[in-house]
């Protein structure tokens, strides 16, 4: 099993710019999360899924979209990029929030 | 706010001290979980406590949790330099599903 895969592992975007960054995996979890993390603020939750076609907010989720389509896949789009959203992206997958979550690489998004 | 607060912020010890970290929470939980991170790297499942279990003990890893204090303790034992990482607590609160909040982590440094 390859688990957790992020795409890309690192993206340099300019003010204004769009773009997807992907998580997929491996495992048949149902449930899906993405998280950005910034020095000295944890992990904070920007959205999460309970099943493909079922998708929630979760602490900062403003500037970012996300769809399940699948259950392996849960892309997080970026509509417009900010200077803010510099941060490294993981993504984490597992059956339940209740169980232990398996994490991807991160991807390392700088915004100019 | 973050629902998991980790204590101390950074912790330096020598190889074969024992190293105490402990993670404050706010409301009612239903599971309480221990991450470690190594630098660049994505978040590794450490140990799951229950809301009715008081404490696990998984090789030299010990964790209690106490429901009153709303608090957690990781104990890592005979510490080696690989040890060094970040530690997370992260809470998944009884009345938010799918919401697993994580604190802000302890950095801790083995010296060999």
């Known amino acids: ?112 | 706010s973050q629902q998991g607060e980790e204590d101390p912020q950074a912790l330096s010890i020598q190889e074969g001290e024992n190293a105490t970290m402990n993670c404050s929470y706010k409301t009612s939980i239903n599971n309480l979980q221990w991450y470690r991170q190594n630098s660049g790297r994505g978040l590794v499942h450490l140990i799951l406590i229950r809301s009715n279990e008081r404490e696990k003990h998984s090789g030299r890893l010990r964790v209690t949790l106490d429901t009153s204090k709303k608090s957690s303790s990781l104990l890592i034992t005979a510490s080696r330099a690989a040890d060094t990482a970040s530690y997370f607590c992260a809470t998944d609160r009884g009345t938010s599903y799918g919401k697993l909040t994580f604190g802000q982590g302890t950095i801790l440094t083995v010296h060999p």
């Not at chain 1, 491996?26 to 603020?41: A, C, L």
């Not at chain 1, 892309?75 to 929030?97: D, G, I, K, N």
């Open chain 1, 1 to 112: 099993n390859a688990g957790v895969t992020q795409t890309p592992k690192f993206q340099v975007l300019k003010t204004g710019q769009s773009m997807t960054l992907q998580c997929a995996q491996d495992m048949n979890h149902e449930y899906m999360s993405w998280y950005r993390q910034d020095p000295g603020m944890g992990l904070r939750l920007i959205h999460y899924s309970v099943g493909a076609g079922i998708t929630d907010q979760g602490e900062v989720p403003n500037g970012y979209n996300v769809s399940r389509s699948t259950t392996e896949d849960f892309p997080l789009r970026l509509l417009s990029a900010a200077p803010s959203q510099t941060s490294v992206y993981f993504c984490a997958s597992s059956y339940t929030p209740a169980y232990e979550q398996y994490f991807g690489p991160g991807t390392r998004l700088t915004v100019t």
